[in-house]
């Protein structure tokens, strides 16, 4: 291997051998110079770099010319020559305290990969100044980055350093390492996301994810700035993808649960962001509009997998809003496409009606009863309800009239108030609609002998929908009603209660105002989904000679997706014990992961799939626990102003911990400086700690000889 060398390192010497240490080994080896490069075009563009800055990078004691060859330092070669170092340059590699653990042999011009002393620590050559406070980028190959350092340092003036893994394959290994002392940055595509980010997962690491490779966007002209603010740009933090959303800790029905919004995704995701943006209304209050539309169309052509059967994707929602929050505005957008498609099916039966009666008004006798015999009645096709009661709903299932409905008002004292939940009658209407949740069945037995008897008595395989938001005064009063919770009804319900915008609420922009929802593209592109999902039929809901859907029932997508869920339901299992969360409401919990695979479900049906997957059954209980939060808030939950010795741990465990990064703490620290009465009670502080990794605001580790906490990321955002 040839290279042109500068006249002052052309002298030979023997072999080196590293056993006196790197650092003395470094001291025998001159910078390299211009001229030895070769013109290599990747060195000469690190070696003039430095010529483009206020603060030149400190190239002779990073780049080396390597005039002999230099023994391997560890590994079961350690002491052998490793060939083909002499005459190149060495690129001197750090650990994450910025000192020399290795030497790349980099041979200018050369095709062959830069040969590394020793791979066994996580290393990397560093462009820039560790130990200035400047930010860490990540990248696997030194061209790429030149080319970011010389982006970001010289073009538009920031501080940063950049971690180069010489080898591609070391790269999550470096990462990692360098992750332990401050947040690495590395910069992906929405096509190379899972492939670089996976492998990453819990690393106190950020990427910087977006359409366009990022340095074809620096290379037309973009800044840093401009790029983060661009819509498609993501920043994925890579610590929180190993962690849960923290459960709360204490029942104070004052301090709303924060809406999981991530636990959508794709279109249904902006759909709720642009309803909360449009209504100003709580994002907590659109999710819940959204999931009554879709499981409105939904429970028609689907059910839920729950053991060996299945069951209705029909869904119980009431949620809390006071009068003038936007509740009729959410829900005018979430419902656009469902309401304008019962006008249309109404008007049709109007015609349908008026032609049969113009028939039946001309014909007499034996014609009369042949065409009553065989043209029946039209029946009214409406199967959305705002202002009803629950009878009439009931009677139209037992006759036949419909098999799918759903009970959807912004007031929801018409329910909760109404005649049906007064009196005698309460009990057997809660009752019914229970069963009609669990199983689709209903029934209802008259006496036959006065002029409205009925026949019929039961429907099966019909599903009914409830949505109800309503103002406190009138939820408070239900969901701590003693029947309601008896009978069970409460106990099927998703419940958000989210705190109200108004006082907060912005009128007065002019921009605001011009925006119309209606001309919204993601709520364009939704409201096109949900007209496909309702007419025509999906392909893949064949229909029956009698013009009814078979409902599919959505299946797990493996067993992973299988094992998830009853990983998920185990764990609500295990809270009902003596002592844990759910202890008295057994009746609730019970119901929560039949709830979560209603919502996988229709998540599915809603982006065309028949088959649930883990990240689907994972969102949905995200869902469930907001659900669950929100109903222990009304739980004999009275605010006292004090905190439990699970909050005052948590709270002192996120201050101690959010000057670190990343953010952990050692157990010894805990045990001696916790508040009281943790503090040197070591059965009492591991029980707390316990209980906060059940909650999910912990993780407890074993780090050699030493216990370390680590606090969940999502606590200190």
Known sequence: MTAILDKSCTQQKAPTSNSGGLVNILADFAPATRQALADDSVLTNLYDLQHELDKPLQLDKTLLYLDRDISITSGELAGEIAQNTANTIGLVLVNNQDQPVSIASYAPNSHNKPFITDTAPPCAFVIGDMSQDSDW????????????????????????SVLVSINAYQFNDMVRHFSEVQTVTIATTIVDKDKVCQPLAGVNAKAIVTVFDLLLSFDNGQSLDEILSDPDTITHDLMLDIWGEPEPLANDPSKPTPYPIDAWQGLLKQTIERIAYHTQTPLAMA???????????GQRFINAPFGHKSMPASLILITEGESGSGKSQAMGLSHFKIKEHERQQYESYLLLLDEWESQKTTLKGSELKDFLANEPKPQNPITLFDDATIE??????????????????????????????????????????????????????????????????????????LMLMGQRVILEQALTDEMMNQQGFLARALIACPESLQGKRVWNDDHRRQIDPYSDPVLIAYWQRCHILLDPLPSNVPETPQGQPNRLTVRWADRQAEQAFYERMQAIENRQAKGQVLEYLKAYASRMAENASRIASLMAFFDDRKVITADDINRAFELVEYSTSERLRYLDATPTGEQNDSEKLSCWLVDKAK????????????????PKPMRKNNKLLQNELDMLESAGHIKQETEGKKKVIYINPKLLM
Not at 144 to 160: E, F, M, P, R, W
Not at 287 to 297: E, R
Not at 659 to 674: C, E, F, H, T, V
Request: charged share 15%; hydrophobic share 40%; proline share 2%.
């Open 392 to 465: 009439p709903i009931l009677d139209k299932f037992i006759n036949g009239d419909m098999n799918n409905g759903s009970w959807s008002t912004d007031e929801a004292g018409q329910f909760f108030n109404g005649h049906t939940m007064k009196g005698d009658t309460a009990g057997n209407a809660l009752s019914a609609l229970t069963k009609l949740w669990s199983d689709g069945q209903v029934s209802r037995v008259r006496s036959q002998k006065n002029a409205f008897a009925n026949a019929r008595t039961h429907a099966y395989d019909v599903r009914m929908t």
């Open 287 to 297: 999710g819940q509009c959204v999931l009554g539309a879709i499981a409105h169309i």
């Open 659 to 674: 000057s670190k990064n990343p953010p952990m703490l050692n157990r010894s620290y805990i045990y001696n400086g916790s």
């Open 137 to 160: 980028w990540a990248v696997d190959n030194l061209a790429d980055a030149i080319k970011l350092y010389t982006h970001l340092t010289v073009s538009q003036g920031l501080n940063i």
